[in-house]
């Protein structure tokens, strides 16, 4: 279960070695998490106190994770780079 979203689920989305789950709400600002599967934890450093998402309409990540492209509702495509991945 993921205890960390508050409202309720509209969308997932797996990386392309589903070692990262992104989960995502349009009912308030702010209400995506990233859980890494294999350990089954909610990345607790995602988003930053200083990340402004909005309200998330859709989340993607590059061929071979090193992006994550996030859409919200005032039509803006958010990129963030995944450091962990070496590779787009």
């Known amino acids: 279960a993921v205890s960390n979203l508050t409202t ?3 969308g ?3 990386n392309h070695s589903a070692e990262i789950l992104a989960v ?3 009912k308030k600002k702010d209400q995506l998490k ?3 599967l294999p350990s089954a ?6 988003p930053g106190s200083n990340s402004h998402l909005g309200h998330v309409q859709c989340v993607d990540f590059s061929p071979k994770s ?5 859409g919200n509702d005032a039509g803006k495509a ?3 780079r995944l ?4 590779t787009y």
């Open 41 to 46: 934890t909610v990345f607790s450093n995602w």
């Open 66 to 70: 090193g992006f994550m492209a996030v």
């Open 8 to 10: 309720a689920v509209h």
């Open 78 to 80: 958010l990129l963030y």
């Open 34 to 36: 990233l859980v890494h």
């Open 24 to 26: 995502y709400s349009r």
């Open 12 to 14: 997932l989305r797996f």
């Open 83 to 86: 450091q962990h991945y070496p």
